[in-house]
Structure formats: structure tokens, C-alpha cells
């Protein structure tokens, strides 16, 4: 062939080598959480912040000059949740900005300091939602809000009025200070556990009568899993209950923003009397060719939390859950476009938007929510929307979970792989059992036309031979979920051959994964290579795997 | 309750646990979309150019709540890139509680090579507007065209003519099958109504849900599946040459797979294949017909990889019933719809949309419910909006162009006759 191969199409002809490579990174990736910082300064929702450039890096080997918000040096920020364990960091710049995270009525003060090139000129934080209470010094007030000038700084004081998920971003200059990546989330926990719900760290004991997000939590704390929530709900409502956490910012980058940027930065004269000192970078025409969630792009967005080979963009995107787990997502746009942000698996019960519940009435104490149920959550620029998400596997019309007198139960529960359907039809009055929380109505009920393993005959469908199929890298093995089901029905491999998938092995996890993505399709590339950008896989693992999202 | 409501239900579900097709006999009966489909969309086809069975958009599947669902995808390759060996899946969108196997995510299960076939199985799940595509590689296979159009109808249109739909939307609950109850299930998108209601089965028309008051009636229904084509990306995939997707630049505007004015030319389009011979290549016009005081239910899906796109409707307003293939209502049962004049979806969104041509409807009898099926004139005075042609567009101006063309595009008609 004469003509050199484009790099987009090399890479898609290479898919299945890029995708195993990801994989291998994978091995030791970690899960997700909600991470961030109750403080900078030892005293709860006091946070000195800095704006400073640095550069951020993509997968495809770039690396982009950007402004972040970070940690000022010296200070010494508390990082939450407290159980992730890994060595948690605040540099002077990361992309997103940290995550601040207060409680419901607590006076928050934020202190920005503006480390910017000169040239850059003012910068700002906006808090949408909340009613600032500070005052702005003389010289400082600007368009939207007050600034801090080059050198300098500014403080914002107001009351986290009430809970939710919302932005922090910069409120100056807006189309290139946000481009170059000043921007954030401030997550307001609610100051009191409503009934049905269970506070982080207090472990419930699992009794058949407690409610499902308790009894959730119970077989969690069976299996040896830390509380990685930051609240018992997300809202002062009883239906707003979770047992997992995952906060998703959305954002685009064009990169001949950031190159000429760096270039005039470059080329400014600050000294005294001259008048170059300022950037007049254009932000339009617009040709985003970086799509990331949490400032990083597929497949770096699955790595864990605070890589240290990401030192500016520590917040990844590797949502994991167990079957029937109310898993809360905290969705923010972030940028300038609108994404479509497809959940595979099943839909989305929306619970608030800016933070503002969704009720059927205007009655706070309302039971009902009213949100729209969404397969597709588009965000909007500055719009944070909070929802539900949960997978049982409930209508297949066959046991997914497969499992039978001869699982294999945890050493310590009982053995026990009958179903007992509750009052909506899962299994889910012994929270230590294996297929707790399985859907009983297909309890038993073969996929197969043929026996598969020790999995009985008698389905409808007919497995194909694997060898005459492309098989994924996040591909467990087998339809079913779990190492039990999986090496029972296909043998330690499961269908993979040689040897097993190594993101989502059939021994050690054999979970069911989903791909969340944005389905305009073109945002899930890097700088043109597929695949990349907003896409991350979700997996559904069976109770008895350790979903550790401690790093 | 009636001993119909429940029996229906019953009787639909020894079907599937049996494993004894078919399926009861639809009452009233949708007149408009089968006989659409049936005449020019040949399921014995197999892929032969390059898109789902050459056609844009590819099969349409409609359902029936609680079907079981064979889909047997088979790979051909391509006669015009024999270099590619591309695989090929079937996702089946928005699927509630799906199994990751039968996902089509190449991913996370198996993806089919050339020379091979792979059978779907599914449940029919939840009544709504779902839609299908490939999942390789999606920037390139969806914006080459592998879309399709999907729906589920609902359990209500099964019921009895004059049973009541209330009663019958209660007796789904006694089963944990058909359950749908927002104390037990956050993702409960169809309790029961707020309040009781004496609305029965109609002897004509269909319910796009189980809605339990009649207010998702419909006379007919038809599926608008929104796209994009970016001809500079199809050409550079065609000579051979390297693809780029942040630049992706769509000057096609379709529905259902034509541009204006093709979308009101009744009957499939076909175009030369490359064996020489023509295929049926866009079977589905988009001419909306609704007889004066009809209700027409539009499944709108919008698949275009690279905008966001908006539909609007000049003259016939539009009630949004259902959004990404669930019924717009509240835990509490309060219809959460609302009239608009226009609608926007991103990729991967759906939503349904009724055009009701009546102007003023008498309530059912011995209720305060609207009756649908009805549309009386007052006095002397007509009811039902006036005969003529109505149009759908798009008011993202520059849509309304077949690339360098002007007039055509994302727009159709809406014949009030």
C-alpha cells in the first residue's frame, strides 16, 4: 500500500490491540466513589483554592496547557470519603477543580487566589445556586461576580442553603477560562438521615423487616466492603437513599485554544508600561476533538483515582455496582456543549436538577418524586442533575445469576441458593446470601437449549462457539453473572479463549458490563481515534466480589 | 375487578412461559404502520450493501408486551470494502435491566464476524419507543446507517373492549411479573393514576402504555426515526481512505431514512446496488395521515451521531406522553405531559409525541376523562381541526437543505384529511 495510513484508521483497524492494551492498564485499576475535599484548612467548608496552569495529558499522548483550580500550597486539605485509602492529592492544578464537598447549612468560605500567567488577567469562581454573603474589596467586583486580579485574591462566603450536586466555575472570561478547564463541583450533603436510610459508617445489622437500601448496605458490610457514600441519601428525602456514589463532569477541549494560549502567554510582556500583557485568544471557530468525563478520556477515565501518572486530573470514571444497589449519579456539564450521556443497563430516575428536588408538589415532605425516568441523561452546560440508577436483571426471562445447590457461598453464610422472592420479587431476606437480591420469577429457568456446564437444558436460545466470535476485553465468560455461574457453566476460562479476559476475569469477576458513553457517537474518540473520549465501562459484579473503590 | 382484566393478563402470560406462540389477536388494530412495513421490508433478506438489510432505516420490530423476541443477525462483509472484516451487533436500546451478553456492545460480550450468525434473545420488556443499531465502532457504523426502529406495545391494548383500563392496570400489580409500584420501585414509570377513572377499552385505536386512564390513545402511529449523513465522511469510507470523527459535518437531514421531498413519495425508495440490480434501499415514507379528530401517536428516535436535532409542528400541536421510551407520570400517578410546539433530542433519545386533530373532546360516559375516540361537533360548530397539510420541520434552519440544496431536509407532512 502506497498511501501512509491515517492514524484514525490505523487505530480502528488496531481496535482490538488498543482495547487489550487498556485492559492490561486495567488490572490494577480501581473503582470510583465521589471523592473530594471537606476543607483546605482543618475547619469544615473553609477552602483556600488556587487558579495556576499546568498541563494536562490525553491518551492519545498529548499533553494540553491548561488552567485548573487546585489546593493553595500549605494548605492541608481533608479528603473524603474517608475510606478511600489511597494516598488522596490537591496539587496547585487539577482539572476538574476539587470537589468541594460541605453539609447542608454550613457557611462555606472559599478564598481564590489567582496564580494565572499575568497576561491572563482576572479570574473568578461562580457558585450558581447558592447567594454570596461576602462583600467584594473596591477594584475587584467584575462583570458577573468579584475577582481576583493577577497576583491576587478574593473570597466568597455563603450558606449551603440546601443539598445537592451543582458547578463551580469561572465567572470571567468564561469562553476561554472554562475551555482552559476552571471548573469544578460543590456537592451539599443533607444534614439529617432520613427514615430508610442508613448514615455512612454505621453498619446495619440486616434485618429481613429493614428497608432495601439498609439491607443493601448489610450485605456489603458481609462481604467486607467499606462505605464509600459521603451521606445516608442524597436528598432530606426518604426515596433519595443510595448505597453507591459516582459524580460524572462532562466537558470538550479544543486544543488550538490551548496552543495559542500557551503562545501568547509566551509572548506577553508583563513588565511595567507595556501594553502586550493580555491574551486575545479566539474561542471561535469551535472544533472540540477531546471528550472527557472527570478532565480524562477513554481509557484513561477508568484508571483509579489519583494516579500519580495523572498528577491534574485525579478524578476517574469506573462505576462498579452490586445487583439492586441504588447507585446515585451526580451528572454535571461541564464546557460548552450539550452530550447525551448513554446508561446502558437500564434507566436513570432523575431526582433534582441545580440541586432543586423534583417532587409531584411543591410540599418538601411530599413522598413522591417526579423526576423523568431517562435511558439518555443529557447534560447542559453549568446544569448538574442528580439520579438513580440500579441493575437486577428483573424480565429476562431466564436466571442470569444461575446459581444452584452447588454454588459456592462465602465460608462464613450459610449455604443457601434457593430464592425467596420479597414482596417485589427479589432475594432478599438473607443479605449474606450469594444471590442476594436476584430476581426469583427466572430463578432456575435455563438460557439454553443445550446443559451448559451444570446449568440445565431446557432454554431457548443456543450459545454460539466462541471461537467464531469476536470477544470482548470486558466480556465475562459467560451470559451469566459471576465467577460461580461462569466457571460452573463454562470451566475457569470461561468462553474466552485462551486464557480469560483480564478486565473482567471469569474466575476473580465475571461481571456484567455496560458501556456509559455519549451517543453522539463521534464525542467516544480521542483527537479522532476510536475508541476514547466519553465512554466508561460499568459493571454490575455478582455479591460475592469486592468492589473496592478505595483508590 | 372484572374477571377479564385479570384473565387477559394471565392468559398472555402462559404464552410466554409455555413457550406457546403466537400471541392473542390485537384489538382495534393499528392500520397505518404494518401495512407501511409489510409490503416492502423482505425479513428474508440478508445484508447486501452495507447497511442492516440494505435498508435506511434498517427492519422495523414492533412488539408486543411479553413476546419473546429471536433476532438472528448474520454478517455477510461487504461487497464494496472486501478489505474490511468488520463485525457487526444488534443493540437493542434502552432495554431495562438488560443482560450484558445480549447488549451488543462488542466490548462486553461477543461481536459476529463475517460468515457468522448470532441469535438475540429477549423478553419483551416495558411498553415505550425504543430503537436499535449497531454498536461497533458507533461514530462510523451509525453514521453509515446500521439504525433501526424498535417499539413494544403495551398489555392495555390486549384488554377486553369495554373492560376498564383501571381496573386492568390494578390487576398488572398482583402479579411481581408486571408489577409497577413507586413505594417498591424507583424505576416505576407507570403507577397506577392519581385517581380512579371509568375509562374502558376502546373498540378502536391502541395505548402506546399501560397508562391505566386511556390518555395515551391513539388512532395510528407512526415511527419518525431522526438521522444525519455527513457525504464527506461516507465517500472517504468508500475510496478507501482514512476516516475523521471530530470534524464529522452532516448535510444530510433525514427521517426515516429520506430527505424532504422524498420523505412524502409514497412507497419505498430503491437505488442500483452493486451487483447492478435495484434494491429497496429506504423503505418507510413519513407521510403522517390522520383522519380529521384522530389521534396520531409519533415515536420519534433521533440516532444522528454528531447533533442535537429538533422536530417541530406547524399548526398540529404536539403532547409529549413519553420520554425515552417511559411514560412521562409522577410517583404519586399525575400525568407529567405537556404540549409543545417543538421537540429536541440528542443521540440516543427517544420520545412520543401525540397529534390529536381534535379540537375539543366529549369526557367518557359517567367520568370527567376525555374520550378520545370521539370528537362531536358543538351545535353546528366542528371540532376537528381544519383538513389540509400541516408540517413537521426542523427549525435548526440550515437542516432544511439536502446538502448544497435548498428547501428539503429534516421536514414531512401532516395530511389532516
Given at each position: 500500500m502506497s498511501t501512509p495510513i491515517h492514524q484514525a484508521t490505523s487505530m480502528k483497524r488496531l481496535l482490538p490491540c488498543v482495547v487489550a492494551g487498556a485492559a492490561l492498564w486495567l488490572t490494577t485499576a480501581g473503582h470510583a466513589a465521589a471523592p473530594g475535599i471537606s476543607d483546605t484548612t482543618g475547619t469544615a467548608g473553609t477552602f483556600n483554592l488556587t487558579a495556576s496552569p499546568a498541563s494536562i495529558t490525553q491518551p492519545d499522548g498529548q499533553a494540553v496547557y491548561s488552567w485548573g483550580y487546585g489546593c493553595t500550597v500549605g494548605s492541608t486539605p481533608n479528603f473524603v470519603p474517608t475510606s478511600i485509602t489511597t494516598t488522596p492529592t490537591c496539587t496547585t492544578m487539577q482539572i476538574p477543580g476539587p470537589t468541594l464537598i460541605v453539609t447542608e447549612g454550613q457557611t462555606v468560605t472559599v478564598t481564590l487566589t489567582n496564580n494565572l500567567p499575568t497576561a491572563a488577567g482576572n479570574t473568578s469562581i461562580l457558585f450558581p445556586g447558592f447567594t454570596l454573603t461576602s462583600t467584594c474589596p473596591a477594584g475587584q467586583q467584575g462583570l458577573l461576580t468579584c475577582e481576583a486580579p493577577p497576583g491576587g485574591s478574593v473570597t466568597y462566603t455563603f450558606t449551603a442553603s440546601t443539598p445537592g450536586t451543582r458547578a463551580y466555575y469561572s465567572g470571567t472570561q468564561g469562553d476561554l477560562q472554562v475551555e482552559m478547564g476552571l471548573y469544578g463541583a460543590i456537592i451539599v450533603l443533607p444534614n439529617t438521615v432520613p427514615v430508610g436510610c442508613a448514615a455512612p459508617g454505621t453498619i446495619p445489622t440486616g434485618s429481613p423487616t429493614d428497608p432495601l437500601s439498609v439491607k443493601n448496605l448489610a450485605a456489603e458490610a458481609f462481604h467486607g466492603e467499606a462505605d464509600f457514600r459521603l451521606a445516608g441519601s442524597a436528598y432530606d428525602h426518604p426515596r433519595t437513599c443510595y448505597d453507591r456514589e459516582y459524580l460524572f463532569q462532562f466537558s470538550e477541549m479544543d486544543p488550538n485554544i490551548h496552543s495559542q494560549a500557551l503562545a501568547q502567554v509566551n509572548a506577553a510582556n508583563c513588565t511595567a508600561g507595556s501594553n502586550t500583557c493580555r491574551l486575545e485568544v479566539p474561542t471561535e471557530p469551535y472544533h472540540p476533538t477531546y471528550f472527557m468525563i472527570n478532565g480524562r478520556s477513554m481509557p484513561d477515565l477508568m484508571d483509579t483515582n489519583y494516579a500519580v501518572q495523572y498528577p491534574h486530573q485525579p478524578y476517574n470514571g469506573n462505576p462498579h455496582m452490586h445487583p439492586g444497589e441504588l447507585t446515585l449519579l451526580r451528572i454535571i456539564g461541564q464546557g460548552r456543549w450539550q452530550h447525551p450521556f448513554h446508561e446502558h443497563g437500564n434507566h436513570v430516575r432523575i431526582l433534582a436538577r441545580d440541586g432543586n428536588l423534583i417532587l409531584s408538589s411543591p410540599v418538601p415532605t411530599d413522598p413522591n418524586l417526579a423526576g423523568p425516568l431517562l435511558f439518555t441523561t443529557t447534560t447542559?452546560?453549568?446544569?448538574?442533575?442528580?439520579?438513580?440508577?440500579?441493575?437486577?436483571?428483573?424480565?429476562?426471562?431466564?436466571?442470569?445469576?444461575?446459581?444452584?445447590?452447588?454454588?459456592?457461598?462465602?465460608?462464613?453464610?450459610?449455604?443457601?441458593?434457593?430464592?425467596?422472592?420479597?414482596?417485589?420479587?427479589?432475594?432478599?431476606?438473607?443479605?449474606?446470601?450469594?444471590?442476594?437480591?436476584?430476581?426469583?420469577?427466572?430463578?432456575?429457568?435455563?438460557?439454553?437449549?443445550?446443559?451448559?456446564?451444570?446449568?440445565?437444558?431446557?432454554?431457548?436460545?443456543?450459545?454460539?462457539?466462541?471461537?467464531?466470535?469476536?470477544?470482548?476485553?470486558?466480556?465475562?465468560?459467560?451470559?451469566?453473572?459471576?465467577?460461580?455461574?461462569?466457571?460452573?457453566?463454562?470451566?475457569?476460562?470461561?468462553?474466552?479463549?485462551?486464557?480469560?479476559?483480564?478486565?473482567?476475569?471469569?474466575?476473580?469477576?465475571?461481571?456484567l458490563a455496560f458501556m456509559w458513553h455519549s451517543h453522539n457517537e463521534r464525542e467516544i474518540t480521542t483527537n479522532n481515534i476510536f475508541p476514547g473520549g466519553m465512554l466508561m465501562m460499568m459493571l454490575v459484579d455478582s455479591r460475592e466480589f469486592l468492589i473496592d473503590e478505595s483508590n | 375487578l372484572p374477571p377479564g382484566a385479570y384473565q387477559y393478563l394471565e392468559g398472555k402470560l402462559a404464552d410466554y412461559l409455555t413457550e406457546v406462540p403466537p400471541f392473542a389477536p390485537e384489538v382495534g388494530g393499528t392500520v397505518s404502520i404494518p401495512s407501511q412495513v409489510d409490503g416492502h421490508v423482505d425479513t428474508r433478506q440478508i445484508m447486501d450493501v452495507g447497511i442492516m438489510n440494505g435498508n435506511l432505516p434498517a427492519p422495523l420490530m414492533a412488539l408486543d408486551e411479553d413476546d419473546e423476541f429471536f433476532l438472528t443477525l448474520t454478517n455477510v462483509g461487504m461487497i464494496m470494502r472486501p478489505d474490511l472484516f468488520e463485525q457487526h451487533t444488534v443493540h437493542f436500546h434502552g432495554y431495562p435491566n438488560a443482560s450484558s451478553f445480549y447488549d451488543g456492545v462488542p466490548d462486553a460480550s461477543v461481536a459476529i464476524n463475517i460468515a457468522a450468525s448470532f441469535t438475540y434473545y429477549y423478553l419483551a420488556p416495558d411498553a415505550g419507543s425504543y430503537f436499535w443499531h449497531c454498536h461497533i465502532t458507533p461514530p462510523e457504523h451509525l453514521q453509515m446507517g446500521m439504525v433501526g426502529q424498535l417499539y413494544v406495545r403495551p398489555r392495555q391494548n390486549r384488554v377486553?373492549?369495554?373492560?376498564?383500563?383501571?381496573?386492568?392496570?390494578?390487576?398488572?400489580?398482583?402479579?411481581?411479573?408486571?408489577?409497577?409500584?413507586?413505594?417498591?420501585?424507583?424505576?416505576?414509570?407507570?403507577?397506577?393514576?392519581?385517581?380512579?377513572?371509568?375509562?374502558?377499552?376502546?373498540?378502536?385505536?391502541?395505548?402506546?402504555?399501560?397508562?391505566?386512564?386511556?390518555?395515551?390513545?391513539?388512532?395510528?402511529?407512526?415511527?419518525?426515526?431522526?438521522?444525519?449523513?455527513?457525504?464527506?465522511?461516507?465517500?472517504?469510507?468508500?475510496?478507501?481512505?482514512?476516516?475523521?470523527?471530530?470534524?464529522?459535518?452532516?448535510?444530510?437531514?433525514?427521517?426515516?431514512?429520506?430527505?424532504?421531498?422524498?420523505?412524502?413519495?409514497?412507497?419505498?425508495?430503491?437505488?442500483?446496488?452493486?451487483?447492478?440490480?435495484?434494491?429497496?434501499?429506504?423503505?418507510?415514507?413519513?407521510?403522517?395521515?390522520?383522519?380529521?379528530?384522530?389521534?396520531?401517536?409519533?415515536?420519534?428516535?433521533?440516532?444522528?451521531?454528531?447533533?442535537?436535532?429538533?422536530?417541530?409542528?406547524?399548526?398540529?400541536?404536539m403532547q409529549v406522553v413519553g420520554y425515552n421510551a417511559k411514560l412521562l407520570r409522577d410517583q404519586a400517578g399525575n400525568n407529567l405531559y405537556y404540549t409543545t410546539n417543538s421537540i429536541t433530542l440528542g443521540g440516543g433519545e427517544s420520545l412520543d409525541v401525540i397529534l390529536d386533530t381534535c379540537l375539543a373532546r366529549p369526557t367518557v360516559a359517567g367520568g370527567t376523562t376525555p374520550d378520545y375516540t370521539s370528537c362531536p361537533p358543538t351545535g353546528a360548530v366542528s371540532n376537528t381541526l381544519p383538513k389540509g397539510t400541516y408540517y413537521l420541520y426542523t427549525p435548526n434552519l440550515d437542516h432544511l437543505s439536502n446538502d448544497a440544496e435548498n428547501f428539503g431536509g429534516l421536514m414531512t407532512e401532516v395530511r389532516v384529511n
Open positions: 447542559t452546560p453549568g446544569q448538574a442533575m442528580d439520579g438513580i440508577f440500579y441493575w437486577t436483571g428483573k424480565g429476562l426471562n431466564w436466571d442470569i445469576y444461575a446459581h444452584n445447590p452447588l454454588s459456592t457461598q462465602p465460608a462464613t453464610a450459610p449455604v443457601h441458593a434457593a430464592c425467596n422472592p420479597d414482596a417485589n420479587g427479589y432475594n432478599t431476606d438473607d443479605p449474606t446470601a450469594i444471590n442476594y437480591f436476584e430476581w426469583c420469577q427466572d430463578h432456575n429457568k435455563p438460557l439454553q437449549v443445550a446443559p451448559f456446564g451444570d446449568v440445565p437444558s431446557g432454554g431457548p436460545a443456543t450459545l454460539p462457539d466462541p471461537n467464531l466470535f469476536t470477544n470482548g476485553a470486558w466480556f465475562g465468560g459467560s451470559p451469566y453473572l459471576g465467577p460461580d455461574a461462569t466457571v460452573r457453566a463454562v470451566g475457569p476460562t470461561g468462553t474466552t479463549p485462551p486464557s480469560g479476559t483480564i478486565a473482567n476475569p471469569p474466575t476473580s469477576e465475571a461481571g | 377486553p373492549v369495554g373492560t376498564s383500563l383501571y381496573s386492568a392496570r390494578g390487576a398488572q400489580d398482583l402479579d411481581l411479573r408486571t408489577a409497577c409500584v413507586s413505594a417498591n420501585d424507583i424505576l416505576c414509570s407507570n403507577p397506577l393514576p392519581a385517581a380512579s377513572n371509568t375509562v374502558a377499552r376502546a373498540s378502536t385505536g391502541n395505548y402506546a402504555y399501560n397508562d391505566g386512564d386511556g390518555s395515551t390513545y391513539y388512532d395510528r402511529d407512526y415511527p419518525l426515526q431522526i438521522h444525519g449523513f455527513d457525504p464527506n465522511f461516507h465517500f472517504v469510507g468508500m475510496t478507501f481512505n482514512p476516516e475523521g470523527f471530530a470534524d464529522m459535518k452532516d448535510k444530510y437531514f433525514l427521517l426515516n431514512g429520506r430527505s424532504y421531498p422524498d420523505t412524502v413519495t409514497p412507497g419505498p425508495l430503491q437505488t442500483a446496488s452493486a451487483d447492478g440490480a435495484n434494491h429497496f434501499s429506504q423503505p418507510l415514507p413519513s407521510i403522517i395521515n390522520i383522519p380529521a379528530g384522530q389521534r396520531a401517536l409519533l415515536r420519534i428516535s433521533n440516532l444522528d451521531v454528531s447533533e442535537y436535532q429538533t422536530l417541530a409542528s406547524l399548526g398540529v400541536p
